[in-house]
Nanobody, 127 residues
């Protein structure tokens, strides 16, 4: 049974940092696309960052480049999102997502490209 479980969200002042974790289980293939998405009320789920877990190539939305870092620990089957210099506009529900395998040449930067989702973890940044 495939499962993604996020943790690490919380409330922080602007300029602060948080690290999100996503524990993955039940996947057969080591190489796949994984990513972090953010959703706020009334808006669609939007990409924050993605990673090809095989070659470890990454993609970042322009709004988080230079502040966020996506990474993985294969030994722990865990995906991370280090978030620094947080801004109020970074607030939202953050979801971990994954594909089953690496079916495309590069990871997609939209939610419909991912088959599996975690339950989400809330991030609130106050000014």
């Amino acid at each position: 049974q495939v499962q993604l479980v996020e943790s690490g969200g919380g409330s922080v002042q602007a300029g602060g940092s948080l690290r999100l974790s996503c524990a993955a289980s039940g996947f057969r293939y080591n190489r796949k696309c994984m990513g972090w998405f953010r959703q706020t009320p009334g808006k669609e789920r939007e990409v924050v960052a993605t990673i090809d877990t095989g070659v470890r190539s990454t993609y970042y939305d322009d709004t988080v480049k230079g502040r966020f870092t996506i990474s993985q620990d294969n030994a722990k089957n865990t995906l991370y999102l280090q978030m620094n210099s947080l801004k109020p506009e970074d607030s939202g529900m953050y979801y971990c997502a994954s594909t089953w395998s690496m079916a495309t040449t590069s990871c997609m930067a939209f939610a419909s490209g991912y088959n599996y989702w975690g339950q989400g973890t809330q991030v609130t940044v106050s000014s």
